[in-house]
């Protein structure tokens, strides 16, 4: 059964950090390109960043750019989001996506953890 779990959500203040996990099981993980998205209350769920199967390109959205790093570990069959300098506007729920295109398109989501940046 394909899994992808998520941890490291918590409540945290302007200007802090945090670190996502995401932590996969069921399919082969490096042939993978691995992406965060995140949806906060009442707004579409968007693109935070993503990383291609082997661990090189990466891709962030203008809003997180400098601020947060994603990276990924195939030995451990993880991806991590490090997240900096957070803003109350980064508050959503954090989801972990893989995604597979070949013959066939392959498209996993996680359970998603909770960021809330607040004072």
């Known amino acids: 059964q394909v899994e992808l779990v998520e941890s490291g959500g918590d409540l945290v203040q302007p200007g802090g950090s945090l670190r996502l996990s995401c932590a996969a099981s069921?399919?082969?993980?490096?042939?993978?390109?691995m992406s965060w998205y995140r949806q906060a209350p009442g707004k579409e769920r968007e693109l935070v960043a993503s990383?291609?199967?082997?661990?090189?390109?990466?891709n962030y959205a203008d809003f997180v750019k400098g601020r947060f790093t994603i990276s990924r570990d195939n030995a451990k069959n993880t991806v991590y989001l490090q997240m900096n300098s957070l803003k109350s506007e980064d508050t959503a729920v954090y989801y972990c996506?893989?995604?597979?295109?070949?013959?066939?398109?392959?498209?996993?989501w996680g359970q998603g953890t909770q960021v809330t940046v607040s004072s």
């Open positions: 069921g399919f082969t993980f490096s042939f993978y390109a």
């Open positions: 996506n893989a995604q597979y295109v070949g013959l066939r398109r392959y498209v996993y």
């Open positions: 990383i291609s199967s082997g661990g090189g390109p990466t």
